[in-house]
DNA sequence: TAGTGGTCTAGACCACTTC
DNA sequence: AAGTGGTCTAGACCACTAA
C-alpha cells in the first residue's frame, strides 16, 4: 500500500530536519548551518550522506556553500521587477537628435544597467532568428551579444539579432564595448527611422547549462528564465529579435492586459 | 593565473563526455545510456563516481534515471504556449445563463483541462492575498486549490482566493469536484454580477519544493514557474487572486504589448 | 533471476578560508 | 595551523525493472 519509505533515508532526514529549522526561523537568512563534521557524528553516519543532504538543500536553493568556509541559509535576493514600462519612451528616447557620440551616461542610466562587454558578429540566422525577422534561414544578420551586471554582479544576458540592412553603421554594430551608450538599442533603431511600437516576449525556465553557471555566478539549485523577445514597428514589421538569459532568482515578470473576447 | 583545475574531476569528465555525446545526436531523445558499472569500469572509477556524474546530468535536465531500468536522455516534453487567448471570454461564457447544474461537460472543455481535485476552505489572510483582494490581513477568504492535469499527468496547481461575500453560495466554493464545470470560475463570478475584465500576472521561477515534486511528479533538475495571478474588473476592483505552480519544462508563456510612453 | 540505479559506511586526500 | 567543504576509492546492501 504504502510506497513511501518506512523510514526515511539518512541524508533525507538530515535535509529534512535542517529545512525545518530554516522555515522555522531558528536559521535565518545568512545563519551559518553546523559544520559537516558535527552533522555526520550527530546522526551517526558518516561525512559523505551529510554532504550528500547539504546537496539536497542546495538544490532546493534554500543553502548555499562556501569552499572552506561553511554552508549558509541563502539569504534572499533583492528582486527586480520587470514590466511594460522597462521599455517605456521617456527611458530611451534622447531629445537632441543623433547624440550618440556622447558615451558613458553620467545619471541614472549607468546605476540602473550597465554591461559589461558587447560582442557584434554576422552570423547565419537560427530558425527561431529567421523567423523572427522574417528573413531565410541562414541569412546574414547582426548578432549583439551582452553580459549585462547589475552592482557588480552579472544578472542576466542579452543577445539581440538584427537585419544588416537596418543596422549597419550604426553604433549598435560597433565593437567598442558600451557606446550604443544613450538610450540604448531602440534610440539606435529610432535614428535609423525604425520605430519599436509593439513587443512579444516570451517565457521559459530551465535549468543552466554549465557555461551559463559560470558567466552568470549562478549558485547550485538556481534556474534561469530564458526570454524571447520580438520588437516590431507600427507596420508589423520586426525589427529586433532578442534572447536573454536571466538568474531566476533575481527577478520578476510582470505583465497586465485585458481579458480578449 | 589559472582558476580552472589543471585536469577535470572525474566526475565532470564523465558527464562531459556523455553531454557532448547527447548535443552531438550520437545519444538521441530516449536512448539508454551506458549502465553505471559500465562507465565505472571504463573510466576507471568507483560506481559512486559514475553515478555523481550522472547526477550532475540530471541536474542539468538533460537526463532522467528510471529506478532498476537505466538512465535516459530525456525527451523534450509536448509544450503548451501560454497566451492571454487562454482567458478569451468566448472559452468561458455560456450562453444560456446560470447553467451550473450541468456539470460533466461533455466536449472540448474536459479534454482541453481537465482537474482532479478540488479543496476548498475558509483561511485567513496572508500578506499577498489580502493586499491583493484589498482585505485585512487575517480576514477570511475562500481559498479554492486545484491539481490541474493534462492526459493523465499533473501540469500545475492553481490555488484561487475569493471575497466570501462574492462567491458565497456559488459552485465555486461547492465541496464536489468539477462542479464548477462549464465555463469555470470566469462564468461563476460573471453569474454573480462580477465581470472579468483586466487580469495582471507575475512570473518567477525557482526550484521546487520537495511537496511540489511529489505533487507534480517532476523529475530531478526541473524548475517550477510560480503564476501569481489577479482578476480585475473594469472599475479596478479585484474579483480573484491565484497562486499556480507550474511544471516549467512544459509551459511556455507568452505576452504582447505596445511600448509605453 | 539478472541487470540496474540508489544509498550507505569507512577512510583518505585535496582545496579553500580564516586566523 | 585549524577548520571546513569537495571528491574520490572500495566495498556493501537494497529496491526496482524486465525477461
Known amino acids: ?76 535576493h533583492p528582486i527586480r521587477r520587470l514590466g511594460p514600462d522597462r521599455y517605456a519612451r521617456h527611458r530611451w528616447q534622447v531629445t537632441t537628435v543623433t547624440a550618440h557620440a556622447d558615451d558613458r551616461p553620467n545619471s541614472e542610466t549607468t546605476q540602473q544597467q550597465g554591461y559589461q562587454t558587447q560582442e557584434v558578429s554576422l552570423i547565419a540566422a537560427d530558425g527561431h532568428t529567421a523567423a523572427a525577422l522574417g528573413v531565410d534561414i541562414g541569412a546574414s544578420v547582426y548578432e549583439r551579444a551582452r553580459v549585462m551586471t547589475r552592482d557588480g554582479i552579472p544578472t542576466h544576458t542579452m543577445t539581440s539579432y538584427y537585419r544588416p540592412a537596418d543596422v549597419e553603421g550604426t553604433p549598435l554594430v560597433d565593437q567598442s564595448p558600451g557606446i550604443a551608450g544613450r538610450g540604448g538599442g531602440f534610440q539606435v533603431l529610432t535614428d535609423q527611422g525604425l520605430i519599436p511600437h509593439e513587443i512579444s516576449e516570451d517565457l521559459s525556465a530551465r535549468m543552466p547549462t554549465t557555461e551559463e553557471t559560470l558567466l552568470l555566478e549562478l549558485s547550485a539549485g538556481e534556474p534561469v528564465v530564458e526570454v524571447h523577445r520580438v520588437t516590431r514597428m507600427a507596420d508589423g ?25
Open 237 to 261: 514589421r520586426a525589427i529586433e529579435y532578442a534572447r536573454g538569459v536571466h538568474a531566476a532568482s533575481r527577478f520578476v515578470w510582470s505583465y497586465t492586459f485585458d481579458i480578449p473576447d
Open 1 to 76: 500500500m504504502s510506497n513511501e519509505p518506512r523510514i526515511s533515508l539518512p541524508s533525507r532526514q538530515i535535509a529534512d530536519d535542517l529545512r525545518a529549522e530554516i522555515d522555522a526561523g531558528r536559521l535565518p537568512p545568512g545563519a551559518k548551518l553546523p559544520p559537516l563534521r558535527d552533522l555526520a557524528e550527530r546522526y551517526g553516519v558518516t561525512r559523505n550522506t551529510a554532504n550528500k543532504a547539504l546537496g539536497l538543500l542546495q538544490m532546493e536553493g534554500l543553502v548555499v556553500t562556501r569552499h572552506g568556509s561553511g554552508a549558509y541559509v541563502r539569504e534572499p
